[in-house]
């Protein structure tokens, strides 16, 4: 859950770009360095600060769950506060992205227009891919979004998870 948490409030933060899908070299792959040059581009950053993450998982399916257990994990809520530096925001999206995902993630797909993001993010596992598409609204302050999962479970194939996100910045990071 932490690991999902983390590509969650990535991916909202992420939500700095605009206008259509930022695969640059037309490859069919949106690379961590593309979207952070398209986010770059408009000159939008998120602000340095304190943040409050909420993560509710909305839904929950893997292959050979007993029925019994439908819907398990739906509803519960973890709340996680964050402190984005100036230091981090000044390195840029990038650097964010590849420290959050172990350089392992790339983007089929990233789109931003009017506060309005569209994003497929491919993260490489031991287990193989994980899939997650995410959509919702983005601001330098906050962000408001749905994200479905789909990975292979070890042992029982591929599971799908989904789940809601909201981060918003409630204050200054605390003096260290």
């Not at 933060?13 to 037309?26: E, T």
């Not at 994990?73 to 964010?96: R, W």
Request: glycine residues 14%; negative net charge.
């Amino acid at each position: 859950m932490k690991r999902i948490a983390l590509v969650a409030a990535l991916g909202g933060l992420m939500a700095g770009c605009s206008g259509g899908n930022a695969d640059a070299d037309g490859n069919g792959k949106v690379s961590m360095d593309e979207a952070a040059s398209q986010i770059a581009a408009e000159g939008i950053k998120p602000q340095p600060g304190l943040y409050k993450a909420t993560i509710t998982m909305t839904g929950m399916e893997i292959p050979g769950m007993p029925a019994e257990m439908a819907g398990h994990g739906s509803g519960m809520t973890t709340t996680s506060d964050y402190c984005l530096t100036e230091e981090e925001v000044a390195e840029g999206f990038e650097e964010m992205m590849k420290r959050g995902q172990n350089g392992e993630c790339s983007y089929d797909s990233f789109s931003l227009k009017d506060g309005k993001f569209d994003a497929v993010m491919v993260c490489k596992t031991p287990e193989g891919d994980a899939r997650m598409t995410m959509n919702g609204t983005a601001t330098p302050t906050s962000s408001d979004f749905t994200a479905t999962m789909k990975m292979n479970v070890p042992e029982m194939g591929e599971g799908t998870m989904s789940f809601a996100a909201k981060h918003e910045r409630v204050g200054d990071c605390p003096a260290q």
